[in-house]
């Protein structure tokens, strides 16, 4: 039997960048002079995989959250891996906003991506395996045309190409 060659589509988020991240948002927090005397905080829990952001009112939450926006990009981490919740009251006259960290992808998710490159006519196998996509075919031509087709697509979140031998 010949060669079988495979890649695979994951949607991961390095959290050692995003903490790097973080404490680069938190830095320039306390250096800002508008946050002198706030109470902002970013909370990273990890086991949950969320991200929570806390300040005095919906302007600072707002400036908040564009400052990690842009620490986040600046490490390479794409921001399409946080969903940001709405904006609600919390303690003592603050307000919160919870983003969620979505790392691996969902099986709604998969299916839809092996049943748009099933679509597209390719000589190529695509399987679910937990929450990743693995493609496999003959030829490596066939396995980089479908790469260049997905990443034309928009699927909403952030998908990396990984293991491709």
């Avoid at 949607?11 to 250096?31: F, G, P, T, W, Y």
Wanted: glycine share 4%; net charge positive; proline share 1%.
């Amino acid at each position: 039997m010949a060669d079988v060659n495979s890649f695979d589509v994951v949607s991961k988020v390095d959290m050692q960048e995003v903490k790097n991240a973080l404490d680069q948002a938190l830095k320039e927090i306390h250096q800002r002079f508008d946050f002198k005397g706030t109470r902002t905080e970013l909370t990273l829990k990890e086991k949950e995989s969320e991200l929570v952001l806390v300040s005095d009112d919906e302007y600072k939450l707002k400036s908040v959250v564009d400052i990690v926006k842009a620490k986040l990009i600046k490490r390479n981490v794409s921001v399409r891996a946080f969903a940001f919740g709405p904006v609600e009251p919390a303690l003592g006259g603050t307000v919160r906003q919870v983003a969620k960290i979505q790392n691996g992808l969902s099986s709604e998710k998969a299916k839809e991506i092996a049943k748009l490159i099933k679509d597209w006519k390719f000589k190529v196998q695509a399987q679910i395996q937990g929450d990743q996509l693995r493609v496999q075919a003959k030829s490596k031509d066939e396995l980089q045309a479908v790469i260049v087709r997905l990443k034309s697509q928009d699927f909403g979140i952030d998908l990396q190409y990984v293991n491709y031998r």
